[in-house]
């Protein structure tokens, strides 16, 4: 169950933060501010865009076609139809879908952008909003067909089609018919008001909600890479004082001097182990700290980046209804998000890379100090029929390249679209959705390592060359932990079970592990 689930997140108040978007990714329900503040400021908006189509007035979207089609005029008779077309003929998503907790996120993003008061929309159309959310309907939304200028347009259709009851939603785990799930729970489509269709669709929010959702997992992978490379430290008989206080105070970045903290925390033992003759260990154990002290001092700037985006209105046109002008620019444009995914990706990818190297050495009997070759736990007769995690090795370097295949930036490969009306976009979605793969390939070199440290440790206390007293009580706890769920490789057999239960884990954050974790 998710933590966030019971809890209720607040919108048109305070600054959302991406903890936010997560509760609401993962259960919990959403409130638009109560206040009479708050709705009178909503509804001035939508009132001033009234009084301009009752006075004629040209307004870009409402009373005129969309993008190059801007110089075309829409007859008053056709005004109101203009929205429904624009959600229909976006209407061509590919690829595969959002999951569940994607689509909340969006929907949770979309309304927050919304609520800043200045996109000209009903309170009718923010209360659909949070109908959804509360109901736990989430638009069915295809992953592909975004560059990221003028914002979502076609991924963010899927959510202006299910506020009016069209197309599918994903509901209690199933894809269905919109109209048909309304109708079982008595809720009533909306139809858009001229420049609410414009006002969905015309943002960032599908490529901040999926920041908001790889931020967090990259936030765990910092510290979990952290924890595998002090287990993987102690079993290679690794030297700590390569984590020393007053080394890293002479190389002052923030992030890399929490990591080497971390790393003295975990190696805290009640006697030291036994060191290698080697002064320094390689790289991947001694540079430890400076590889994911870079993703550590990349989370404080791209939070910053991405909750800017996140409590920003980011369609087009402005509606400033409390000046009453209609301003027209390009708030749709997702390059912050676009540097932030493709940079966050890159930092990442190096986990993987560094873990990719802890694990050759720990697999390799020439290299580890006097751990079985492939951490194999037969012995006598049997051993050598036993290749222990030969293969899931190969496997780590497999996912790790991938992962640094995709590490190619998303944001430079702009292409000019839409009769050149369109021609400086920033694919924002597109590095959004790399760095998740990045993300889930990473993960999956994680859940290895975590298991094959594991079993290197296991095989050193069998072995008697450690105990527990050798463990600092952290790192003594997530052996604990992983062997209560994951039984010592002794006799070759499939891990694909096993790997694929530990991705989940991290995925939701399954062990604690370092105090500093913010909560919404």
């Given amino acids: 169950m998710n933590p966030h689930s019971d809890s209720t997140i607040v919108f048109g108040s305070e600054r959302l933060t991406i903890e936010s978007v997560a509760a609401i990714a993962g259960g919990s329900r959403a409130q638009l501010n109560p206040s009479d503040e708050f709705s009178a400021r ?84 923010l209360n659909q909003l949070v109908t959804l959310i509360n109901h736990d309907i989430s638009p069915r939304i295809p992953q592909e067909g975004s560059v990221g200028a003028s914002g979502d347009l076609t991924p963010l259709s899927y959510v202006a089609a299910a506020l009016i009851g069209e197309r599918e939603v994903i509901y209690k785990g199933e894809i269905r ?69 007053a080394l890293f105070a002479v190389k002052p970045h923030l992030g890399q001097q929490q990591i080497a903290q971390w790393l003295r925390d975990d190696l805290q033992a009640d006697k030291p182990p036994r060191n290698s003759d080697r002064l320094q260990d390689r790289y991947s154990l001694r540079c430890a700290p400076h590889v994911i002290g870079v993703l550590q001092d990349t989370l404080p700037w791209a939070r910053q980046m991405i909750e800017n985006e996140l409590n920003s209105a980011n369609d087009n046109p402005i509606i400033d209804g409390e000046n009453e002008r209609v301003l027209h620019g390009g708030h749709f444009y997702g390059g912050h998000i676009a540097m932030v995914m493709d940079s966050l990706k890159t930092a990442i990818a190096n986990i993987a890379d560094l873990l990719d190297r802890q694990m050759a050495q720990l697999m390799d009997y020439k290299f580890n100090n006097g751990l079985p070759f492939n951490l194999t736990g037969a012995e006598g007769s049997r051993k050598p029929i036993n290749h222990g995690f030969k293969a899931v090795q190969i496997g780590i370097s497999a996912w790790t390249a991938e992962a640094l295949k995709h590490t190619m930036p998303a944001s430079v490969f702009s292409r000019s679209t839409e009769c050149h009306n369109q021609d400086k976009v920033s694919m924002g979605t597109i590095a959004a959705r790399d760095c998740l793969r990045v993300l889930q390939l990473t993960e999956q070199v994680t859940a290895a390592s975590l298991l094959a440290s594991t079993q290197a440790l296991q095989l050193r206390l069998r072995s008697g060359e450690l105990d527990f007293n050798h463990f600092s009580p952290a790192l003594k706890e997530m052996t604990k932990q992983v062997t209560r769920e994951f039984d010592v490789v ?22 604690p592990l370092y105090p500093d974790n913010r909560e919404v």
């Fill in 42 to 125: 909503i509804t001035k908006g939508s009132r001033f865009l009234e009084r301009l189509l009752q006075e004629e007035g040209v307004i870009y979207g409402v009373t005129t076609g969309y993008g190059d089609s801007c110089t075309v005029s829409i007859p008053p008779s056709l005004v109101h139809d203009l929205p429904l077309h624009l959600t229909r003929f976006h209407g061509c998503g590919l690829g595969e879908n959002l999951d569940a907790m994607q689509s909340r996120a969006v929907l949770a993003t979309r309304l927050n952008s919304l609520t800043q008061g200045v996109s000209g929309v009903s309170m009718e159309l």
């Fill in 177 to 245: 018919q919109t109209a048909d799930v309304f109708r079982e729970l008595g809720i009533k489509p909306i139809r858009l008001k001229p420049k609410e269709g414009l006002a969905l669709m015309n943002g960032t929010s599908v490529m901040t909600a999926l920041a908001c959702l790889a931020f967090k997992r990259a936030e765990y992978l910092a510290q979990l890479s952290t924890r595998i490379t002090a287990m993987v430290s102690l079993a290679m008989h690794g030297n700590d004082f390569h984590f020393d206080e």
């Fill in 490 to 511: 002794i006799e070759d057999r499939p891990l694909e079970q096993d790997l694929r239960r530990f991705v989940a884990s991290i995925q939701t954050q399954h062990w």
